[in-house]
């Protein structure tokens, strides 16, 4: 039901209610994981009422990305990922960027250099600059 979805919860009850929902579930805050214990759930609740509180929580990085770019943009979801992390963080480390994204930081993986390729190709040179070795939001 919720597979695919990366929670941070506080919470062992909640954590093991979203595990075996199907989400992964972190006890420790990443900027990545989604933050169920801010999203003020009130017990009871059905697993649908749950699962729909969670997408509307989802659906606020829609607006994020709406607000980058001033209108509806359809991202891939690593893309989505790199540009809405680098938004809220203000700009992060590629070994940290890495990390966040759920691979080793010494990875030998180039998934995340493809996807800020990808993002130049689309957005322009500028849309995702490197300062110092941090990436941080450019213009668009």
């Known amino acids: ?79 989505a990922q790199i540009v809405i992390m680098l938004y809220k963080s203000g700009g992060i480390s590629a070994a940290d960027l890495r990390n966040a994204l759920g691979y080793s930081p010494n990875a030998t993986t180039h998934a995340v250099d493809t996807a800020i390729y990808q993002l130049r190709k689309t957005f322009g040179r500028d849309f995702i600059i490197n300062v110092n070795g941090v990436y941080k939001i450019g213009r668009v």
């Open 1 to 79: 039901m919720l597979d695919g979805l990366r929670i941070y919860s506080a919470d062992p009850f909640w954590r093991d209610i979203l595990s075996e929902l199907g989400a992964t579930v972190s006890d420790t805050p990443d900027a990545t994981f989604l933050d169920f214990d801010s999203l003020d759930i009130k017990t009871p609740m059905t697993p649908i009422a749950l699962k729909t509180a969670i997408q509307n929580a989802i659906d606020g990085n829609l607006q994020i990305l709406y607000d980058i770019f001033g209108r509806n943009v359809q991202l891939p979801y690593i893309q």
